[in-house]
């Protein structure tokens, strides 16, 4: 009865090795199996060749041959001496692995038409270039890669941050307060894509008395869910006790009308996602007042049908007429328009000039002073 030598070798860490088929340069015995297992250090692949190769032939390698695996996959199947239709051979082959383990697979059935030597194979591990290898889908860093012997590390452009997944690159993005009674800002880098794995926090402050008016710029790209309402990206607004949003998707919201002077607008970026981002404009508007009538003889400056909060009107008289406030005789009074919509005050009076202590003054003349002294007589 023949004895089946079945065998399982691991050969660990090694960076470089030899692998032969038994009893070789001497033919390899009948009924055999025998597996190397192959690992390297993580950050490095395979790469296996033979430099000897004869096998018993046979139809799709059915007898004797050589398999190559790796992550469960065949990588190559090898039998014979010369390449066939059905039979293939190394020859100058190098098959190299997909991650850092491969393994070998030797075996030979109960019979040899004739004496076949066997193999004889030589493996290296080889590094890999991660930063070469990336796609568009699959970035390994967001910005800058590095590669190194045995790995990679990322890092980011001026101004950002690498994220604590040491992949991705983040930015702070909470310190603006736009205090402009009108003014835009916009996600980091718009219209390229924002950063990932950022929180970003702005506030608009204007003056008691406005209220803000926010417009979104057409180009208005923030990552969305078909199912879910932003469940990764999103942006809010919030003003007083009023929350818009959230947002997303590509249809920039409708303008936004507030009732308040200061809003909080608040992004969220998750960790993955290449999206353009977002703009805002923002204006303010006053409260309203009504065009003040004018007391006789008044003139008002600038006449407008309507004036918004801080507007000014400034109130002289006409000629002959005196400007009087508070029993003071002035030369102008300046209205101002408040917050609530009112006037500082209503406009003074316009009274006429007083010309008391004035004296008729005539040329002396002969004519003259006999009409005067016959009227005082």
């Known amino acids: 009865m023949l004895l089946v030598l079945l065998l399982s070798l691991a050969v660990d860490g090694q ?12 033919p390899y015995p009948r009924d055999t199996v025998l597996r190397w297992n192959l690992s390297v250090p993580d950050g490095f692949r395979i790469k296996l060749y033979f430099s000897h190769f004869h096998l018993e032939p046979s139809y799709l390698c059915e007898y004797d041959y050589v398999k190559v695996e790796a992550e469960e996959e065949v990588l190559a199947l090898f039998c ?12 100058q082959k190098i098959i190299t692995s997909s991650r850092n383990s491969m393994s070998l697979l030797f075996s030979s059935d109960f019979s040899n038409e004739e004496r076949y030597s066997g193999f004889m194979a030589h493996y290296s591990a080889v590094d890999v270039d991660e930063c070469s290898e990336r796609t568009d889908e699959d970035l390994l860093c967001d910005h800058l890669c590095h590669n190194y012997i045995g790995g990679y590390y990322c890092s980011c452009r001026h101004g950002y941050l690498l994220h604590f997944d040491n992949h991705t690159c983040r930015v702070e993005c909470s310190d603006g307060v736009f205090r402009e009674r009108s003014g835009e800002f916009s996600s980091v880098d718009f219209p390229s894509p924002y950063p990932k794995s950022s929180a970003c926090s702005y506030r608009i402050e204007v003056d008691p008395g406005f209220k803000l008016l926010l417009q979104f710029d057409p180009r208005f790209e923030v990552e969305d869910h078909p199912d879910i309402s932003c469940p990764y990206d999103h942006l809010k607004i919030t003003t007083g006790s009023k929350e818009f949003g959230p947002f997303c998707g590509n249809q920039p919201p409708a303008e936004i009308q507030t009732d308040s ?38 003139l008002l400056t600038p006449v407008q049908s309507e004036y918004s909060f801080k507007d000014h009107i400034v109130v002289t008289c006409s000629p002959g007429f005196t400007l009087m406030k508070d029993g003071e005789n002035l030369d102008y009074y300046q209205l101002e328009c408040q ?7 209503s406009p003074p009076q316009c009274q006429k000039a007083d010309r008391g202590g004035d004296a008729l003054c005539f040329t002396s003349s002969p004519i003259t002073a006999h009409i005067s002294l016959i009227l005082i007589n």
């Open 15 to 26: 960076m470089f090795g030899t692998l032969k088929s038994p009893d070789f340069p001497d």
């Open 80 to 91: 014979g001496g010369e390449e066939t239709d059905t039979e293939a051979v190394p020859d």
């Open 261 to 298: 002077n200061v809003a909080t607008v608040f992004f969220h970026s998750d960790n993955s996602g290449e999206n353009l981002g977002w703009r805002i404009t923002y204006t303010s508007t006053g409260s309203k007042c009504r065009a003040p009538e004018a007391p006789p003889n008044a």
């Open 339 to 345: 917050s609530e919509g009112s006037w500082s005050s």
